[in-house]
T-cell receptor, first 117, second 110 residues
Framework: NAGVTQTPKFQVLKTGQSMTLQCAQD?????MSWYRQDPGMGLRLIHY???????DQGEVPNGYNVSRSTTEDFPLRLLSAAPSQTSVYFC????????????????FGNGTRLTVT | AQRVTQPEKLLSVFKGAPVELKCNYS??????LFWYVQYSRQRLQLLLR??SRESIKGFTADLNKGETSFHLKKPFAQEEDSAMYYC????????????FGAGTILRVKS
């Protein structure tokens, strides 16, 4: 199993451009999520999904869209990139959800380093 | 609002010394606490969960509801413990969200 695969690994955008960060998992996990990692702020949840066709907002959803048309894929779209979106983005999945009762830890991808100039 | 606080950005200790990475939380219900770790050039991964009450790689963490803390401890640090450590919080009242602290870099010196 490849686990959680994120593409691209690096990306540079100009302000106002749009792009999609790809995330795919081959573990048949129901739960998928996107985080951004910023120095001094840790990991902040952008959006998450508990199954195909279902998405919900996290702590910092503004400027980002997601969709979950299949169990495997959970792309993150930046509609109009801003310098404040310069960050490292992590996709993570788990069998059911992060709750201890599910006994399904998050599996993380390797991250996408995005720079917006 | 739920919150996870890791007061130290960097903790530097000598090999063989005890380690304590602090984590305090704010949560109105019954919290679920986790420690995740990111070693150099590796993916972020789960280290341990409070519900398991287990020791992983010599690390333990006890949930103290009175002090609202979930500190990570190891009696004798090893160089391979050097990594970024994140405390994380979830719970029934928070649905399917896992909230992370800002993280602490642990540096073990030889």
């Amino acid at each position: 199993n490849a686990g959680v695969t994120q593409t691209p690994k690096f990306q540079v955008l100009k302000t106002g451009q749009s792009m999609t960060l790809q995330c795919a998992q081959d573990m048949n996990h129901e739960y998928m999520s996107w985080y951004r990692q910023d120095p001094g702020m840790g990991l902040r949840l952008i959006h998450y999904s508990v199954g195909a066709g279902i998405t919900d907002q996290g702590e910092v959803p503004n400027g980002y869209n997601v969709s979950r048309s299949t169990t495997e894929d959970f792309p993150l779209r930046l509609l109009s990139a801003a310098p404040s979106q310069t960050s490292v983005y992590f996709c993570a999945s788990s069998r059911r959800g992060p709750s201890s009762s599910y006994n399904s830890p998050l599996h993380f991808g390797n991250g996408t380093r995005l720079t917006v100039t | 609002a739920q919150r996870v606080t890791q007061p130290e950005k960097l903790l530097s200790v000598f090999k063989g010394a005890p380690v304590e990475l602090k984590c305090n939380y704010s949560y109105s219900g019954s919290p679920e606490l986790f420690w995740y770790v990111q070693y150099s050039r590796q993916r972020l991964q789960l280290l341990l969960r409070h519900i398991s009450r287990e020791s992983i790689k010599g690390f333990t963490a006890d949930l103290n509801k009175g002090e609202t803390s979930f500190h990570l401890k190891k009696p004798f640090a090893q160089e391979e413990d050097s990594a970024m450590y994140y405390c994380a919080l979830s719970g029934v009242e928070y649905g399917n969200k896992l909230v992370f602290g800002a993280g602490t870099i642990l540096r073990v010196k030889s």
